[in-house]
């Protein structure tokens, strides 16, 4: 089969012909037919994500070895069914729910094996989904997407489940608080089209790029801001007499976190989602003064898969706008993705 590797940090996917994988124990053989990039491939591409202050996290002393096949936003066609594998059959079409940890742990055995010490997630510790086929480890994590089309479906194991559980997070906010979300890109798209549905405030997007706050507008924000300006915080302040009140931040730059921090309210949550990296200054102080919390969300469990599904099926989420690149252009797509062109996702199809 064809896959689009990593063979050398950094540098250009490389197309080659290595062995179809076949599943064992309770494996099943997906043959993928779409497959989203995601931006945190960029950071696997690279081998390391930025810790600020010079400080790297290295994919290479974690223990990944190149070549790779990246790819954790996968759905397919299955093929082939290991010995001890049951649920689906032969043409099923499924997602992929990749965040998956060894199944064993507490913290598995209480659903939150995104929390395991032991990963196991296509696409960044084992062969992912930029190629023909890809192993899925158990049926359990193969999510029917019925009357879904399938590269908006692939998006959701990805960009919707993390947007979606850090969108929950806020959920108690009330219909006369603001709940701002930064950035418009493929995550942040997606949290916008469903956040209605998940948060019943009034919504604010902030976006440095005239054309993702224009997205942002048609995806249903109320109020499009562009944080670079020097105004901004000001006019924010102001306009929400005081502050806003909850903030997902989909970008996770200091400048974005830094400016969530100046225009939170008392009492406010600022939940910082996005992987651009660095690191931003934080007055301890300010944080019983202002009473304010910082919280990290990273993606989503099975169960928050289960239910984000459930809304996208009854019309209640606004698709990403997306971009269907052939599989033989995963190095030139990932490396557009890079280079912020396009708005919305690229998703790979074959």
């Not at 194991?157 to 009330?174: D, E, H, I, Q």
């Not at 709940?179 to 089209?193: P, T, W």
Request: some cysteine.
């Amino acid at each position: 089969m064809k896959a689009y590797q990593i063979t050398k940090w950094g540098q250009p996917l490389e197309e080659r012909e290595i062995e179809t994988p076949e599943p064992t124990g309770t494996q099943v053989l997906l043959r993928v037919t779409a497959s989203g990039i995601c931006h945190s491939d960029i950071h696997i591409w690279d081998g390391y994500f930025d810790m600020g202050g010079d400080n790297k996290l290295s994919l290479e002393d974690r223990g990944m070895e190149l070549p790779f096949t990246m790819g954790h936003e996968v759905l397919g066609e299955v093929v082939a069914l290991g010995p001890d594998a049951s649920g689906v059959e032969i043409g099923d079409m499924r997602i992929y729910f990749p965040w998956i940890g060894c199944g064993e742990c507490d913290v598995c055995q209480r659903g939150d094996e995104l929390l395991c010490l032991a990963p196991r997630t296509p696409g960044t510790r084992y062969a992912g989904g930029y190629a023909e086929y890809c192993i899925a480890q158990h049926p359990k994590y193969l999510v029917p997407f019925d009357g879904v089309e399938e590269t908006h479906a692939a998006t959701c194991a990805c960009s919707g489940v993390t947007a979606y559980s850090a969108l929950k997070k806020l959920n108690f906010l009330k219909a006369d608080e603001h709940l701002m979300i930064i950035g418009a890109g493929g995550v942040g798209l997606a949290g916008i089209g469903m956040a209605k549905a998940v948060v019943n405030a009034k919504l604010i997007v902030a976006d440095i790029d005239p054309a993702k706050r224009a997205a942002a507008l048609a995806a249903g924000a109320d109020i499009v801001i562009d944080n670079s300006d020097a105004e901004a915080v000001a006019s924010l302040l102001e306009r929400t007499g005081g502050g806003v009140h909850g903030v997902v931040d989909f970008v996770g730059a200091p400048a974005t976190t830094g400016f969530a921090m100046q225009t939170l309210a008392r009492g406010g949550s600022i939940v910082v989602v996005g992987l651009f990296g660095g690191a931003v200054p934080l007055p301890t102080a300010s944080l019983p003064l202002k009473m304010m919390s910082l919280i990290g969300s990273y993606v989503g469990n099975l169960a928050e898969m289960h239910e984000l599904m459930a809304l996208v099926k009854a019309g209640k989420v606004k698709p990403v706008p997306v971009t269907p690149r052939p599989l033989r252009e995963a190095g030139d797509a990932i490396a557009d993705l890079r280079a912020g062109k396009g708005v919305g996702r690229y998703v790979l199809t074959n």
